[in-house]
């Protein structure tokens, strides 16, 4: 992980060797373990790079890194697979060799199509004065473009600022492709050209799958003075994932359930699935290649080099390097089951749990003192939670936070004590109080989450800025205590409920559209989850030197899902519960899960409590004024007034 910018200027009176404060702030809170500024000059423009770098894996490698050509790259990505890096190696480094010996854009697109893992990137090519840059294929790192003064100059950086009464200048770069600019062309025109090279598939029967967004797409966002066309040579990257199988059945299917469509789930239901000789193999075969996904991410960091003896001797010495956003629902479970498998046994693995509370609780002054100086604020518990809480014991916390994903965690933790006991699990309630959300939305949460600016994006955004933090407290059986998570990798389930029709939009699909909708759903998913979802989440999460892994996002699990018929992934025929992500419940099952597999999907804004914090009535795709920025001479006259 690691915070990149650069910024280009064609205006020489103009040009600042400097990045503004409130960027240079945010970058640096994406890489706290070296930061580096590099200034290039050329007759006709000037680029000021900036790198900012959270060090996990290989030598500590500054950036930006420069050759003896003048060549600059910043890179902002892990690779998984493609290009062979050795544990000892860096990766920066590693790429960066490869790029400065192509000799021309194929040798580059070669490059980069090889690459497996999330990634960004700019590259400075001196000597033919191109500047190239990108985002993955899913788009699970950010890169924000911002285009101003009528060509005069553009930024690149992986986030943004925002300045309050000016409207949105800051824009996702499309994970598209590759884009490149002439600069020196450029600095004569005064007009910008982006010239891209497209994500494209090629079939064995030589057929051609473009990618989603079009080059009209693309420029409809951008200022009049900057057009996006195609490469000149039509030169493509290829896509790291097969096409989505679209096949449908030839017959109506059989379902082996077929009779209890109103019966509620239970493990007996999904056992039956089990005794099937060709999905049980499916299963496993999906069970293996997501294991494989997580055990790259969870092995690729740095750990235990530098601890004594002693340390290693006091499990509770160790730190987390791994933590899970955790909501015990099925996609957090089966990835910290996972992780369990690769994950040293010593090593304890956080599981980062968030809730939000509205209202404020007495609590009884026979509760643990340190509790008590949090000043917690508790939501009264709804009925359909009721008998959750009043299960709860005495002592625990869970008494007064009824939040659905609260509860749900807690089970979701018992059931992993049950499958590795010897574990040391750190369950790290995060609560968080409408004060708290507030303040933060407003001077840190809300620059991340742009230029995104739904109700959903607020939500969400908020969030998994707060669990990702790993800031609250643990309960153990001699109390509860406060608690900061020191893992510098955080695991997240995006993508399983993309893929695996887990949303209630598949099920209300299907039920007017057939597998074919669904199909098409699914497919459109995929299509917009980089804009959508994986840009605000890696700036939300890097914002506390800490990075986002997706192992559902894996290219390897990308294509063994897209590989499978509608009907092998999903039966949603089938209640909640069951049949949405059915291979991923039977793959549970065969875990050793037990409630949890039968979980339904409770989205994270609702399951956290947060969407019930400010205002009932909105919808999430409106327009949120909560993450307006407040401009300074407000503050000021608030500040003044409070005085």
Excluded at 74 to 91: C, P, Q, R, T
Excluded at 113 to 120: A, L
Excluded at 372 to 391: L, R, T, V, W
Excluded at 426 to 445: A, D, G, H, P
Aim: with cysteine.
């Amino acid at each position: 992980m690691c915070g990149i910018c650069c910024s280009v200027n064609f205006s020489a009176e103009h040009f600042s060797q400097d990045l503004k404060e409130d960027l240079l702030y945010n970058l640096k809170q994406r890489g706290p373990n070296s930061s580096k500024q590099l200034f290039k000059s050329d007759v006709n423009y000037q680029c000021l790079f900036s790198g900012h770098v959270l060090h996990l894996r290989g030598v500590l490698t500054t950036q930006p890194v420069e050759d003896e050509r003048g060549n600059v790259f910043l890179w902002n990505g892990e690779i998984f697979s493609g290009i062979k890096v050795e544990a000892e190696e860096n990766d920066t480094q590693i790429l960066f060799n490869y790029l400065s010996s192509c000799k021309n854009e194929s040798e580059i697109l070669s490059l980069f199509s090889e690459v497996q893992g999330p990634w960004s990137f700019i590259y400075y090519q001196a000597s033919s004065h191109y500047l190239w840059f990108g985002r993955d294929f899913f788009g699970r790192r950010s890169l924000l473009w911002h285009f101003s003064n009528l060509g005069k100059s553009f930024c690149l950086s992986s986030v943004g600022t925002k300045t309050s009464g000016l409207a949105n200048q800051w824009q996702e770069v499309p994970a598209s492709g590759l884009f490149r600019i002439d600069l020196k062309s450029t600095a004569i025109s005064r007009c910008i050209i982006l010239q891209l090279y497209p994500w494209k598939y090629i079939s064995r029967e030589n057929i051609i799958e473009e990618n989603v967004n079009s080059l009209s797409q693309i420029s409809a966002d951008l200022p009049a003075f900057v057009s996006v066309v195609a490469n000149e040579a039509k030169l493509y990257l290829e896509k790291p994932v097969v096409p989505l199988n679209m096949m449908l059945p030839q017959a109506a299917l059989e379902t082996h359930c077929s009779n209890i469509s109103n019966v509620p789930p239970t493990r007996e239901t999904l056992q039956v699935f089990l005794t099937d000789v060709h999905i049980k193999e499916v299963i496993q075969q999906f069970i293996d290649v997501l294991s494989v996904a997580v055990k790259k991410r969870v092995l690729c960091l740095p750990r235990g080099e530098n601890l004594t003896a002693n340390e290693v001797s006091k499990m509770c010495d160790r730190k987390a390097n791994v933590a899970i956003l955790f909501s015990g629902g099925i996609d957090s479970m089966v990835i910290a089951t996972l992780a369990d498998r690769h994950i040293p046994l010593d090593e304890p693995i956080d599981l980062l749990n968030v809730a939000f509370i509205a209202e404020e609780k007495t609590m009884p002054t026979s509760f643990n003192k340190e509790r008590n100086k949090q000043k917690n604020k508790c939501e009264i518990s709804s009925e359909e939670f009721s008998k959750d809480d009043a299960a709860a014991d005495d002592d625990s916390p869970d008494k007064y936070v009824s939040v659905p994903d609260r509860i749900t965690g807690r089970a979701g933790l018992k059931e992993l004590k049950a499958v590795s006991p010897s574990r040391i699990w750190n369950f790290v309630e995060i609560n968080v109080s409408m004060e708290e959300l507030q303040k933060l939305r407003r001077t840190r949460i809300c620059h991340l989450i742009q230029p995104l600016d739904t109700v959903l994006d607020d939500s969400i955004g908020c969030a998994v800025w707060f669990a990702s933090r790993g800031i609250g407290w643990l309960v153990a059986q001699d109390g509860v205590k406060s608690y900061q998570s020191s893992a510098k990798v955080v695991l997240t389930g995006i993508g399983a409920d993309e893929q695996l029709a887990g949303y209630s939009r598949h099920r209300v699909r299907f039920q007017s559209h057939g597998l074919e909708g669904l199909n098409k759903e699914i497919m459109m998913e995929l299509g917009r989850i980089s804009s959508r979802n994986l840009g605000r989440d890696d700036r939300v999460i890097g914002d506390h030197g800490k990075e986002a892994r997706f192992p559902f996002l894996d290219e390897n699990v990308v294509s063994f899902l897209n590989s499978l018929p509608i009907w092998e992934k999903a039966n949603l025929t089938l209640p909640r519960g069951i049949g949405e992500k059915l291979l991923l419940r039977l793959a549970a099952v065969e875990l050793g899960l037990t409630a949890s597999a039968l979980l339904p999907k409770r989205a994270m804004q609702f399951g956290s409590r947060i969407a019930k914090m400010e205002k009932n009535n909105e919808k999430a795709s409106d327009k949120c004024g909560r993450l307006q920025i407040i401009s300074l001479e407000n503050l000021s006259i608030e500040k003044e007034t409070k005085l």
